[in-house]
T-cell receptor, first 115, second 113 residues
Framework: GAGVSQTPSNKVTEKGKYVELRCDPI?????LYWYRQSLGQGPEFLIY????????DSGLPNDRFFAVRPEGSVSTLKIQRTERGDSAVYLC?????????????FGPGTRLTVL | DAKTTQPNSMESNEEEPVHLPCNHS???????IHWYRQLPSQGPEYVIH???SNVNNRMASLAIAEDRKSSTLILHRATLRDAAVYYC??????????????FGQGTILTVHP
């Protein structure tokens, strides 16, 4: 079956621009997570959705970052006024119900480069 | 929050067993131990998880110490495709009931032909 997909795979933008990153989770998975991975580091949690609602957004670094999941499936991570420090790989994962014992299935990531 | 400690790197030869250790001395009784790995230029993938008993699946085995303060991921016959960063994670450790994964630095496994 189809796994988690993310688009675009690569995004190059200029400082100050707005970007949107898309995640298509596995069909039927109610839980969706966004993580960010800087070079040489492990992924860092950004936000967790259960259905349409953001149950935990404690990992979003500041108010330039926002994410939505309006119909409980596809999610979009939005970054306003991008900065060079936002350059990273943004990973999306989904799991069946969000329980901590659930397996999380990760997408291939979107590599964001801010020039 | 319970934390995990892993060696920065390990090396193995192809077709030999690999034992990847993880220390989690502050683990609580309800914390599950999960292992994920990340192959180059890919997202992480689930490997195995357990609570108290040793666990086996088609990818690996997980040996959990009796006091649960450490665990070992065992790859029975390493292949070149097993070269990856391996992460030992306690998803419950932040006090959440959902899978908020906290990745550390992980162990970089190099497999030599």
């Amino acid at each position: 079956g189809a796994g988690v997909s993310q688009t675009p795979s690569n995004k190059v933008t200029e400082k100050g621009k707005y970007v949107e990153l898309r995640c298509d989770p596995i069909s039927g998975h109610t839980a969706l997570y966004w993580y960010r991975q800087s070079l040489g580091q492990g992924p860092e949690f950004l936000i967790y959705f259960q259905g349409t609602g953001a149950a935990d957004d404690s990992g979003l670094p500041n108010d330039r970052f926002f994410a939505v999941r309006p119909e409980g499936s596809v999610s979009t991570l939005k970054i306003q006024r991008t900065e060079r420090g936002d350059s990273a790989v943004y990973l999306c994962a989904s799991s069946l119900s969000g329980l901590s014992t659930d397996t999380q299935y990760f997408g291939p990531g979107t590599r964001l480069t801010v020039l | 929050d319970a934390k995990t400690t892993q060696p920065n790197s390990m090396e193995s030869n192809e077709e030999e067993p690999v034992h990847l250790p993880c220390n989690h001395s502050t683990i609580s009784g309800t914390d599950y131990i999960h292992w994920y790995r990340q192959l180059p230029s890919q997202g992480p993938e689930y490997v195995i998880h357990g609570l108290t008993s040793n666990v086996n699946n088609r990818m690996a085995s997980l040996a959990i110490a009796e006091d649960r303060k450490s665990s070992t991921l065992i790859l029975h016959r390493a292949t070149l495709r097993d070269a990856a960063v391996y992460y030992c994670i306690l998803p419950n450790a932040g006090g959440t009931s959902y899978g908020k994964l906290t990745f550390g630095q992980g162990t970089i496994l190099t497999v030599h032909p």
